[in-house]
């Protein structure tokens, strides 16, 4: 059990346009979701924390209005990235959490933005 | 031997040997500490977790030691086989609530046979 995925797993994109990652939980529920990105041979930087049924909070440093994220279900959080640039060329990666200790990391998704 | 790359320093064993990866961390008032694996386009896949009021925890052919004095976390495996390499991330879940997680640097073990 505990497991966690991630759609797409990869994607390009055109520069401009906007791109929409699923994380979902699919075994159990997940209260709060997490987002991270990780630039190559760099470690995992959090983005924001995503709570079911109300505004996610961001790291500073994270523009809000350029990375959307939703969680509308206890199973779903999605993050939006809007007019992508190169420079959000990233690993993009979710974890849920299904108890105060368990957290559980998606496969990632790798966003190639031309 | 060890060594700093552009980003992610090296940690090179041969099969067979212990390998062990350190951390250093920077909040004291983390309470408690994991140590994942994230082998090359692949999530981070969790390894073993120690709480704040221990300073030792041993797994199977893995250990983590955890010295709050100079918040230094270490990983220890035994016996390392080539299925071991990857890039190994420890972290912390400081204060604040919500299970946030902050990684560290990460450390890449290259086990050569």
Redesign the interface.
């Known amino acids: 059990g505990a497991v966690?995925s991630?759609h797409p797993s990869w994607v390009i994109c055109k520069s401009g346009t906007s791109v929409k990652i699923e994380c979902r939980s699919l075994d159990f529920q997940a209260t709060?979701m997490?987002w991270?990105r990780q630039f190559p041979?760099?470690?995992?930087?959090?983005m924001a924390?995503s709570?079911e049924g109300s505004k996610a909070?961001y790291e500073q440093g994270v523009e809000k209005d350029k990375f959307l994220i939703n969680h509308a279900s206890l199973t779903l959080s999605t993050l939006t990235v809007t007019s992508a640039h190169p420079e959000d060329s990233s690993?993009y990666?979710c974890?849920a959490?299904r108890s105060?200790?368990e957290?559980?990391?998606?496969?990632?998704t790798?966003l190639t933005v031309l | 031997g060890e060594s700093v790359?552009?980003?992610?320093p090296t940690l090179s064993v041969q099969e067979g040997d212990n390998s062990i990866i350190n951390c250093a961390y920077s909040n004291s008032a983390s309470d408690?500490f994991i140590w994942?694996k994230q082998e090359s386009?692949?999530?981070?896949?969790?390894i073993i977790?120690i709480r704040s009021n221990m300073d030792k925890r041993q797994g199977q052919r893995v250990t983590v030691l955890l010295n709050k004095t100079v918040k230094h976390l270490s990983l220890q495996i035994a016996a390392t086989q080539p299925g071991d390499s990857a890039v190994y991330?420890c972290a912390e879940r400081g204060s604040g609530g919500?299970?946030?997680?902050?990684?560290?640097?990460?450390t890449r073990l290259a086990v050569h046979p």
Do not use: E, W
């Open positions: 966690v991630q709060t997490f991270y041979k760099q470690s995992l930087m959090l924390t709570n909070t690993f990666i974890s959490t105060y200790n957290q559980f990391f998606g496969p990632g790798r | 790359g552009l980003h992610l408690y994942y386009g692949k999530g981070p896949q969790f977790d991330f919500y299970n946030k997680l902050i990684f560290g640097a990460g």
